[in-house]
Nanobody, 119 residues
Framework: QLQASGGGLVQAGGSLRLSCAAS????????MGWLRQAPGKEREFVAR????????YYADSVKGRFTIPRDNAKNTVYLQMNSLKPEDTAVYYC??????????????WGPGTLVTVSS
């Protein structure tokens, strides 16, 4: 199971940190990631981390502004979002997979948390 938290309202230029705690068969996780879906748009990849080794990957739209740190002891990944823009407004989902899969392919999903960036 995945439980995300930390969404909210922030002004443009501000920062926000999302958290995603994993429970259950966490030992088999290969990737954990964040995706988002803005109103009227398709869900898109934001960032992901390879659980073993910690390699990280980012969408071009968030490179240099977002990071995806993790806390292995807590089985938790974060999405640290800095220099937020109104176009970052979306529902953010954390996700996990046990497979070597593409950046938008996951087997387990959290419920989503809304991030609203005001101009």
């Amino acid at each position: 199971q995945l439980q995300a938290s930390g969404g909210g309202l922030v002004q443009a230029g501000g920062s926000l940190r999302l958290s995603c705690a994993a429970s259950g068969r966490t030992f088999s996780i290969y990737y954990m990631g964040w995706l988002r879906q803005a109103p009227g748009k398709e869900r898109e990849f934001v960032a992901r981390i390879r659980w073993s080794g910690g390699s990280t990957y980012y969408a071009d739209s968030v490179k240099g502004r977002f990071t995806i740190p993790r806390d292995n002891a807590k089985n938790t990944v974060y999405l640290q979002m800095n220099s937020l823009k109104p176009e970052d407004t979306a529902v953010y989902y954390c996700a996990a997979t046990n497979r070597v899969a593409g950046p938008t392919s996951y087997d387990y999903w959290g419920p989503g948390t809304l991030v609203t960036v005001s101009s």
